[in-house]
C-alpha cells in the first residue's frame, strides 16, 4: 500500500461519510415537509374552531370527541354513530359545542346542527394527529384567556394526562353519551 492508495482510501471514506450524512438530511427535510404539511392543516381548522369558541360566549362548554377512539368503543364501528349521538345530545343541551376530531388522509372539516356541531378530518400523514390537534386547539383556548369550559373526551390514557396538563376537563369516550 502506498501513499496513493492511503489518499484515495481515505476520499472514499469521506464520500461514504457523506453519502450518510445526506441520506439523514433528506430523511430530516422529508419528515419536516410532512409536519408543515400537518401544521398548515391544522392550523386553518384550529381557526374554525376558535370561531366556534367565540360563538359559544363564556358560558358556553366545548366539548371535543377524540373520534376513532370514540369509534372503538362502539359496537358497530361505525364513525356515524358517533355523529349520531353527538347531534342527540345537542338536541336536549343549550350552549354547548361539540367538535368530533378524526384522523383522516385529506383535512376537511363539517358545521353541522344549525353550527353546534363540526366533525373534522385532520389530513396529513403519521400518529396522533387529532391528538396533537386537539392539544394545540386547547393550549390556544387557554393561552386566550377565554371562560369556556372545554371538556376532551378519550379512553387514550396517554393523551387524557397531556390534555389535563394543558388545562382541559377530561371524560371517557362514552360518558357524554352510552354508546
Known amino acids: ?52 369558541v367565540m360563538r359559544l360566549g363564556d358560558d358556553g362548554e366545548f366539548i371535543i370527541v377524540d373520534g376513532w377512539n370514540a369509534v372503538l368503543n362502539n359496537k ?23 367538535w368530533v376530531v378524526f384522523d383522516g388522509d385529506k383535512a376537511n372539516s363539517i358545521l353541522e346542527e344549525n353550527g353546534k356541531l363540526r366533525v373534522t378530518y385532520t389530513g396529513g400523514k403519521g400518529d396522533h394527529r387529532a391528538d396533537r390537534m386537539i392539544c394545540d386547539f386547547v393550549r390556544m383556548v387557554v393561552l386566550s384567556g377565554s371562560k369556556v369550559k372545554v371538556t376532551v373526551h378519550t379512553n387514550d390514557k396517554d393523551f387524557r394526562e397531556e390534555v389535563k396538563k394543558i388545562g382541559a376537563n377530561v371524560c371517557a369516550a362514552d360518558t357524554l353519551w352510552r354508546i
Open 1 to 52: 500500500m502506498n501513499a496513493n492508495d492511503i489518499f484515495r482510501n481515505s476520499r472514499f471514506e469521506k464520500m461514504r461519510e457523506l453519502k450518510t450524512y445526506l441520506a439523514q438530511v433528506v430523511q430530516e427535510r422529508d419528515a419536516l415537509r410532512t409536519e408543515i404539511e400537518i401544521l398548515k392543516s391544522h392550523f386553518f381548522l384550529a381557526v374554525m374552531a376558535a370561531q366556534d
Open 76 to 98: 358497530t364501528r361505525e364513525h356515524s354513530t358517533v355523529q349520531n349521538a353527538a347531534k342527540q345530545y345537542l338536541a336536549s343541551h343549550d350552549n354547548v359545542f361539540i
